[in-house]
């Protein structure tokens, strides 16, 4: 079992910046590729970035790359995700997901793990 706990959201202004940390607790964190998605109201569950347990590999959706950063600190059990110039179609409950193994994956069931979500509101 891995606990996931998100954190770092919150209002900002459009043009401004957050960043998210997903925080893991349980097994070693390691073993384990990260993921990061997004819901907005009415919407599905949306894949942003994922990043190997490594940390060596990363694959963005094309849309968010050059604005989201993902980074992970093994020894922190934690991984980042830089959001700027945030738009308010950001807007969202923003989630850290984690599966076992190195590969990278871009579809929610493929994640066995989930946190509660972050809310991120960006204002116009």
């Known amino acids: 079992q891995v606990q996931l706990v998100e954190s770092g959201g919150g209002l900002v202004q459009a043009g401004g910046s957050l960043r998210l940390s997903c925080t893991a607790s349980?097994?070693?964190?390691?073993?384990?590729?990260v993921g990061w998605f997004r819901q907005a109201p009415g919407k599905e569950r949306e894949f942003l970035v994922s990043?190997?347990?490594?940390?060596?590999?990363?694959n963005y959706v094309a849309s968010m790359e050059g604005r989201f950063t993902i980074s992970r600190d093994n020894a922190k059990s934690t991984v980042y995700l830089q959001a700027n110039s945030l738009k308010p179609e950001d807007t969202a409950v923003y989630y850290c997901?984690?599966?076992?193994?190195?590969?990278?994956?871009?579809?929610?069931?493929?994640?066995?793990?989930w946190g509660q979500g972050t809310q991120v509101t960006v204002l116009s």
């Open positions: 349980g097994r070693v964190f390691n073993d384990y590729a």
């Open positions: 997901a984690a599966r076992p193994g190195t590969h990278l994956r871009n579809v929610a069931s493929n994640y066995n793990f």
């Open positions: 990043i190997s347990s490594s940390g060596m590999y990363t």
